[in-house]
Every structure is written in structure tokens, then in C-alpha cells.
């Protein structure tokens, strides 16, 4: 059973560094595009940040380039976002996504494997 557990969100102020973690079980991770998904309510899900499974090619949606940063550890199976400088836009649902048949960024909606979301709040 595949399954994709996301860890790391919370509650921080504005300015502040939050790391995400998606630890994937169940699939050959290091085969599979990996990403980054937000979502608030009443709005679509969005893409934050992707990378590839070869070569590590990197997506980043342009609200949070230069502030995130994604990467992957094939070996352990999880895939890291590092968010700094947070602003209240970036409160959301986070949620990680697997898809063999992309190149860097899962398919929306019809990734392979999306797991169940992490709250992230940012807020003074």
C-alpha cells in the first residue's frame, strides 16, 4: 500500500522558516516526480514546488521562488520543503504529491499518490 505522510506544518509568524517533510512508503520513490500542493478554502489546489525524479529539476510556483526550497532524499524516501520568510499568503493545506508520469511536477489533479495534508499557519 503506497502511502505519502506529510509532517512539519504549524503554526509560526510571519518572517519565520517552517520545514515540510513527505515520507513516502510503499513505491519506488526515486522513479516518481515529487511536489508540493497548497490549498485554502474556497480556492483551487495550487502548485508550490516540484522536482524531478532525475537530474533534480526544480518547479517553483512564482510567489515562493526564492523564499522555498525543495529536495529529496531518494535513499530515505522523503522529499523536504524548506520555507523561509513566511507571509499570511502562504497559510494553507500543503499537501505532497507522487506521479510516475510526469517529469518534475505531478500531474493536478491526477497525480499517482497525494497524501493527506499538513496545515500550515502563519500568523502574529
Known amino acids: 500500500q503506497v502511502q505519502l505522510v506529510e509532517s512539519g506544518g504549524g503554526l509560526v509568524q510571519p518572517g519565520g522558516s517552517l520545514r515540510l517533510s513527505c515520507a513516502a512508503s510503499g513505491l519506488n520513490f526515486a522513479y516518481y516526480a515529487v511536489g508540493w500542493f497548497r490549498q485554502v478554502p474556497g480556492k483551487e489546489r495550487e502548485g508550490v514546488a516540484c522536482i524531478s525524479s532525475s537530474y533534480g529539476r526544480t518547479y517553483y510556483a512564482d510567489s515562493v521562488r526564492g523564499r522555498f526550497s525543495i529536495s529529496r532524499d531518494n535513499a530515505k524516501s522523503v522529499m523536504y520543503l524548506q520555507m523561509n520568510n513566511l507571509t499570511r499568503e502562504d497559510t494553507a493545506v500543503y499537501y505532497c504529491?507522487?506521479?510516475?508520469?510526469?517529469?518534475?511536477?505531478?500531474?493536478?489533479?491526477?497525480?499517482?499518490?497525494w497524501g493527506q495534508g499538513t496545515q500550515v499557519t502563519v500568523s502574529s
Open positions: 504529491a507522487a506521479d510516475l508520469s510526469s517529469y518534475v511536477c505531478p500531474r493536478l489533479p491526477a497525480a499517482d499518490y
